[in-house]
């Protein structure tokens, strides 16, 4: 897929940026799942810094890596949230989860389905698996993301409605 659009770079030169940051989340969890799996030598605490910066939100981030785990090494699951836990003052201060940075990207709201943090938050809300080692409502009790989600995901869903009548 990256040859694809590296090969239209001649063509579009925008894509010179647009390419690399695009792909970026995708080679974050494609390195996760690497290291879940034990085939990278790669640091997961990096990895897991690197999708902070892009979530801007711990708790969904927890959930994400989580779930990558549980995806190719569920027996490690639980010690990933513990790891995430112990991180959790370095990844505050590496993208902080901002009530007002929340309130503005909601407030210039995009197409739906097409913002990473908000589809990462619907997939974190509908998966009702039990995680070992994380405790759901401790973690959600001061979760913005989550809850303006709801509220966002369903004003959409009022006005798509309203526009359908």
């Not at 970026?24 to 996760?32: D, G, K, V």
């Not at 990278?40 to 892009?54: A, G, M």
Request: with cysteine; aromatic share 8%.
């Amino acid at each position: 897929m990256r040859e694809y659009f590296d090969s239209l770079m001649d063509i579009y030169p925008a894509l010179k940026r647009a390419v690399p940051e695009q792909f970026e989340i995708l080679e974050t969890f494609h390195e996760l799942l690497s290291i879940a799996a034990g085939l990278s030598q790669s640091s997961d605490r990096d990895f897991v810094i690197l999708l902070q910066k892009r979530i801007r939100n711990i708790p969904i981030t927890k959930l994400v890596v989580g779930d990558l785990w549980h995806a190719m090494n569920p027996k490690d699951e639980k010690d990933i949230y513990e790891k995430i836990d112990v991180m959790e003052t370095e990844l505050n201060a590496v993208a902080p989860n901002d009530a007002e940075a929340f309130d503005v990207a909601l407030a210039r709201q995009t197409v739906p389905g097409l913002r990473l943090d908000q589809e990462l938050a619907r997939l974190c809300d509908e998966n009702k698996r039990n995680r070992p080692g994380y405790n759901r409502t401790a973690a959600e009790q001061g979760n913005i993301m989550l809850g303006k989600w709801r509220e966002t995901w369903q004003n959409l869903v009022d006005e798509v409605a309203v526009v359908k009548e």
